[in-house]
């Protein structure tokens, strides 16, 4: 298998670094003055009142969710950088362009979850994910498989993606806080 982008993590960091400083250097320029207030239009005619439809299913039928899922990293010799990929075949260039893909990860178990979503950055331990056709790519640095206790054969890092087409009124619905699985998974209903 190999990697869908030959591009280390430090390199992502310095591009968001990049990315930071030109957007906080610009500077917007002064306010041109205020222009003269328009003539108020005639109203227009009241229309018919139509009937009263029934209320519809909240507009999650377009979003798509996996299953937690089982992955399994390897090392990339040439960047020192574990990653595994996760082939979806409706991540298209135009689900790229226009849809949102929100990947988290288990770091509990599956009846004591701690889910955090991606990318995942606490002290040294990274896991960023990367999207192109077909592929979600996460990468780490350090191995992030899931894992079975040999004790209790309970599951430990699995992961889970959601895809929210562009057109989804849930996109830009601003009452979810995408960052918060739980919040999500009430939201969207999802079944663990």
Not at 3 to 11: F, G, K
Request: with cysteine; hydrophobic share 35%.
């Amino acid at each position: 298998m190999k990697r869908t982008h030959q591009w280390s993590l430090h390199h992502f960091f310095y591009f968001m670094l990049a990315v930071a400083l030109t957007i906080s250097a610009c500077k917007k320029g002064d306010t041109g003055p205020q222009g003269e207030k328009g003539d108020k239009g005639d109203k227009g005619d009241t229309g018919q009142t139509g009937q009263t439809g029934s209320k519809g299913d909240p507009g999650t039928a377009n979003v798509l969710y996996s299953a937690w899922l089982d992955l399994t990293f390897t090392l990339d010799q040439t960047s020192n950088i574990f990653f595994t990929q996760i082939t979806e075949p409706r991540m298209t260039d135009e689900f790229l362009s226009t849809g949102e893909v929100k990947v988290y990860v288990n770091l509990g178990t599956s009846d004591n979850k701690v889910v955090s979503v991606l990318p995942f950055v606490q002290g040294q331990l990274q896991i960023v994910p990367i999207y192109a056709p077909n592929t979600i790519e996460l990468d780490a640095n350090v191995n992030a498989s899931t894992v079975t206790s040999a004790t209790t054969g309970r599951k430990s890092l699995q992961y889970r993606y959601i895809l929210i087409p562009g057109g989804a009124s849930l996109r830009m619905d601003k009452q979810i806080d995408w960052n918060n699985y739980e919040a999500v998974k009430a939201h969207l209903k999802l079944k663990d």
